[in-house]
């Protein structure tokens, strides 16, 4: 009976020195790492890419966005999971990156012992949150429950302000006037009992719809 086949995983981090770090745990587990990346072109482009069994990418490759690279690979490798290892533990970026089409998301601030079980849990279908991603995110739920006392117009509002919009923009987006769309800005804070524009901005981008 032959034995199973080693897992085999590409790295997608612009430091060398986590990229030794995580090759070193990944071999000691008994995974094998095929090939590392420090950009988005050399991810795409490496030979490795068509045997990988899975990508671990960091959302910050130097000036590229890794989420550029999470979309591409879910649209054209839809069967490659991708588990994504940054150092952002905000709900924000976790729901972005699951958005984009993440299998998982392991946050930096994690001990390696965790990397090999979501590696595996990613392969298996399972959708991974770190514990740290996972209090994250439950606590930005927690926070978007209260979201439900905002009208239909109100939470598009919110959430076009989540996405950095301005009241201009914001404006032209749902066909209304700036003063129309400030107006629905006070309300908003006065049912999520904030104090002024910044917290709502705040909360907006840390807690999105």
């Known amino acids: 009976m032959s034995e199973p086949r080693t897992i085999r995983v590409l790295i997608v981090e612009d430091h060398p020195v986590v990229r030794l770090g995580l090759r070193h745990v990944m071999e000691r587990e008994g995974l094998e790492v095929c090939a590392e990346a420090g950009s988005i072109e050399a991810a795409l482009r490496g030979p490795a890419l068509a045997s990988a069994d899975l990508v671990t990418i960091d959302l ?68 991974y949150l770190s514990p740290i991603a996972e209090r994250s995110w439950i606590a930005s739920a927690e926070a978007r429950k209260g979201l439900e006392v905002l009208s239909a117009q109100e939470q598009q509002v919110y959430a076009l302000l989540g996405q950095g919009l301005s009241t201009a923009d914001i404006a032209e987006e749902i066909e209304v006037s700036p003063r129309t769309v400030e107006s629905y800005f006070a309300r908003i804070q006065i049912k999520l009992g904030l104090a002024g524009m910044k917290e709502l901005r705040q909360q907006a981008i840390a807690n999105p719809i």
């Open 60 to 127: 910050s490759l130097g000036g590229e966005d890794g989420l550029d690279l999470v979309r591409r690979l879910t649209r054209d490798r839809p069967q490659l999971p991708v588990l994504v290892y940054s150092m952002f533990e905000d709900a924000a970026h976790i729901d972005r990156a699951l958005r984009a089409g993440a299998k998982g998301y392991l946050t930096k601030g994690e001990t390696f012992e965790v990397l090999a079980g979501a590696i595996r849990a990613c392969l298996a279908g399972i959708r």
